[in-house]
């Protein structure tokens, strides 16, 4: 399970941390608001929730990025995360945009940690060895990181540790 991530991507910070990374010495202009955006999730009766955030101009174009880790509002166990990276709407006015979706929810993962340095995202991702492992308690964990370059996002990851 926790190898699905190689095919997706990841990212997070302490519930509600905000990051605003500047490139050299001019100002950047703040991301967009991760609490408007609409992401791709089913959540049923319950709402999503944000928790964790970083803004970051990863393009180099004086606006930032949005980085945020995003779950289902879940009283108990651990719902899965999705980390998506957020650009302004197409129209003003509008909500923010997801422009990629670095950890799909689908991939069953949990987010401990997110930090941004320059254009690169690191994530501490939690999962599971099987699927008879409790969904409190994740027993895998894995250190990854994004890279922007050339236009895209590249995902490094660092070896699953075998237990948490």
Do not use: H, K
Not at 31 to 59: H, I, K, N, Q, S
């Amino acid at each position: 399970m926790l190898g699905a991530v190689l095919g997706g991507s990841a990212l997070l910070g302490p519930g509600g941390a905000t990051a605003v990374q500047r490139a050299g010495t001019a100002a950047v202009a703040p991301g967009p608001d991760a609490d408007t955006a609409r992401y791709p999730l089913d959540c049923g009766p319950v709402e999503p929730e944000v928790t964790a955030r970083a803004e970051v101009d990863f393009d180099g174009d004086g606006r930032a990025e949005t980085v945020a880790v995003v779950r289902c509002a879940a009283g108990i166990g651990t719902p899965p995360s999705g980390v998506y990276v957020l650009a302004r709407p197409v129209r003003e006015g509008a909500a923010p945009r997801v422009a990629e979706t670095l950890v799909d929810p689908e991939e069953g993962m949990s987010v401990q940690s997110l930090t941004v340095r320059g254009r690169t995202a690191f994530a501490r991702l939690l999962g599971y060895s099987s699927d008879e492992v409790p969904r409190c308690c994740p027993d895998r964990a894995r250190d990854v990181e994004w890279n922007w370059r050339d236009g895209r996002f590249v995902l490094r990851a660092a070896p699953t540790a075998r237990s948490v």
